[in-house]
Each structure stands twice: as structure tokens, then as C-alpha cells.
């Protein structure tokens, strides 16, 4: 009996932990699925300008042959004029894009991008280093972000400056996310921002940045620091090195 006992245990013990295991997965996979849709998302907004891009090189090449000048201005003023305006509104630049070396984090940011660009965000863009390493967990760094960027973007979206700015860079042995925005700061206090439900657009909104608090406790060492400002709010995920 008591081997039968200790059998059974035993069973009991692996049928346990596998059920973790699984519970796990499932959980990671739920996370991940934002993000994976978001590239998806920004692969299709890419094929969907090359092919626009396409059509309009091929009318201004059968302007030029035929040296209609004034299709060319057409051409101009209907399409090119417009895109050159969102180009003006972001201070993109893509070599430091480019500095992002992970494709999937990389991805994310230029879908965030992107997304605040299509809402006539002004968005800055810095990362004059490499970034290759995040010091934890890549897939949680990227929630971290993600929620960072969506409560910037549905911040600014309600200001009249419409303005979010992201660097990232490193010091000593610190990974520094930096990411600010124009936002209504009118009763707002930091306490608020990071309580669970808080959000700008109601009460079916708003748990982002509890998420990324509940993230960076997994984490010793790591901390977020938040100024709001004056119509600006200010945050920066700071991560240390671990040896």
C-alpha cells in the first residue's frame, strides 16, 4: 500500500505539472497574439504602399514619355503633396530604426509607429546605438512597450500637439526606455495613471499600465519612472543588467 501510495503521488505530482506546463504555453500564446497580429498588420500596410507606390512611379514614367506636364503636376498635387505631409509629421529616421536589431521588437515599434502616424501623431524616433539585448525576457519587454506606446498614442490623440517621442539607448550597465507624450493632464496624478480600469477613454479601457507594473515585479532591479508635466507625461522603463 504504501508504494501503491507513493505510485499514485507520483502521478499525481506529473499530471500536475504538465497541466502547468500547458496553462503556461496557453497564457504565453494569449499574450503573444497581439503582437504577432500587429506585425501582420504592418507587413499588409507595407505590401498595401509598395503597391500604391508601384501605380504611382508607373503614371509619372508614362508623364514623362509622353511629356504630359500636366498629368506630372496632377500626379503631384493629388498624391505625392499628401504623403509628403505625414512624411513631415514624423521625425522617423531609419537608421536609427534600423539600430533595433531584434525583427520582432523591431516590428512592433514601426507598427506603433505607424499607428500614430494614421492619427496624425508627430512622432520622434531616437535609438543611436545598437539595442540587442533588452536584460529580460524579450516577449515581456515587448508587452511592456506595447502598453507603454498604446496609452502614449491614446494620450496625444486627445491633445491639440499631438506628440509622442521614444528613444532607447544604454548607459553603464542600464537599459533605458524612454517614452514621452502631449497628453490631457488636467487631474491626473501618477497614482491614478497606474491604478487598475484607469483610462482616458473609460471604464472598458485602462489596464496597460497595471500590466506593466505587475511585468517589471517579476523583475528585481527593474523600475518605471513617471513625471506628468504640464500637458506632457513622461515615462521611462529602466532595466539593469544582470550579471
Partial sequence: MFFALLAFLGIQARNYLIQEIKDAKAEQYENSLPYYLEIEQLYRELAGFRHDFTNILLSLEESIKTEDIALITSVYSDVLSETQVGINRTKLNVADLSNVLNPALKSVISAKVLAAQQKNILVTLEVKENIENCYIDLLDYI??????????????????????????????????????????????????????????????????????????????NNWIETTINNGQIIQTIIIKKVS
Fill in 143 to 220: 508587452r511592456i512597450v506595447s502598453n507603454l506606446l498604446d496609452n502614449a498614442i491614446e494620450g496625444a490623440i486627445v491633445t491639440k500637439k499631438r506628440l509622442l517621442r521614444i528613444a532607447l539607448f544604454y548607459k553603464d550597465d542600464l537599459f533605458f526606455t524612454h517614452i514621452e507624450n502631449s497628453a490631457n493632464t488636467k487631474n491626473m496624478t501618477i497614482d491614478r495613471m497606474f491604478s487598475n480600469g484607469f483610462s482616458s477613454k473609460g471604464t472598458s479601457h485602462g489596464h496597460g499600465l497595471n500590466n506593466v507594473q505587475r511585468i517589471l515585479q517579476k523583475y528585481p
